[in-house]
């Protein structure tokens, strides 16, 4: 059946259906309390006008009026498979019996959804499941299309991850993934669900950040930077990369971040 979630009027999960383990993988206990944004790291792809009505719970400034939106929301659950989900969000806080936003989802990554599936799929590193070069462009493109005369900037931060591919070699088979993994996984909790983590090169990762204020990327460039710098223990092994930042910035006009994509 369909996973259900209740979020209250700040966006916190105060209440989940045992179907929500099936579609996500996880427990519904562990995730009672957790604010929706901090889901944007499983997130892979999402319908936009979804995506603008599930960005809006919690936010003081959101418009007044009830939230009424479905679309389909592409996920990587906790196992790491992706799965493409039927989503539709209510607002129900005049019930008293609910009192928030009702969030329901289908899993129909078998039926209807499959060549979408596919197609994401297709957008993933078979080795570290991050974005590809690829798919990083058509994001970029996709933003640039979106963000029209907005005050908000869109910008890219590059991490060279020096030495990072020779790690098979010194240590063992699958290390340079798996510390890339781990790396990445870090950087999650900062993001959005309108960003995104790609890998662009063997040493490479790429982050786009998408609705920020300058003041804000350079703020998570450091942040970054810093979570990717420290050690990550890899089969009993500490490993330590040297790290380089780079960051393109544009606002209102991302014409150059075209050329980034590329």
């Known amino acids: 059946g369909d996973a259900i979630g209740v979020l209250d009027s700040e966006g916190r999960l ?3 259906s045992s179907a929500v383990s099936s579609v996500l993988g996880v427990e519904p206990s562990r995730l009672i309390g957790r604010h929706i944004r901090e889901f944007s790291g499983t997130i892979v792809d999402v319908d936009r006008g ?19 939106r479905s679309g389909e929301l592409v996920i990587r659950a906790a196992g790491g498979e992706v799965r493409v989900l039927d989503v539709s969000v209510r607002d129900e806080r005049d019930v008293e019996a609910i009192g928030g936003f009702v969030i329901a989802a289908r899993d129909v990554t078998g039926q209807r959804a499959h060549e ?12 570290t499941g991050l974005a590809t070069r690829v798919a990083l462009g ?17 910008a890219v931060i590059a991490v060279e991850l020096a030495g990072i591919s ?8 699958g290390a340079a993934n798996r510390t890339m993994i781990e790396l990445t996984r870090r950087v999650r909790p900062m993001l ?17 950040l998408v609705d920020r204020h300058a003041p804000q990327v350079h703020d998570l460039a450091v942040s970054i930077r810093k979570v990717v710098s420290d050690p990550v223990v890899i089969r009993g092994a500490q490993i330590r990369l040297h790290t380089s930042v780079g960051m393109a910035i544009d606002h209102p006009r ?9």
Do not use: C, K, N
């Open 254 to 262: 991302p014409h150059h971040l075209r050329g980034v994509a590329s």
């Open 166 to 173: 020779t790690l098979d070699e010194r240590l063992h088979a």
């Open 50 to 68: 979804l995506w603008a009505a599930l960005a809006q719970i919690g936010r003081p400034d959101r418009p007044s009026g009830p939230i009424e």
């Open 116 to 127: 979408r599936s596919t197609a994401v799929i297709a957008q993933l590193d078979p080795e």
């Open 192 to 208: 959005t669900p309108r960003d995104l983590i790609a890998r662009v090169g063997r040493d490479t990762i790429a982050v786009l």
């Open 138 to 154: 058509r994001r970029v493109l996709q933003v640039v299309q979106d963000l029209g005369s907005s005050s908000d900037v869109v």
């Open 14 to 16: 105060q209440f989940a």
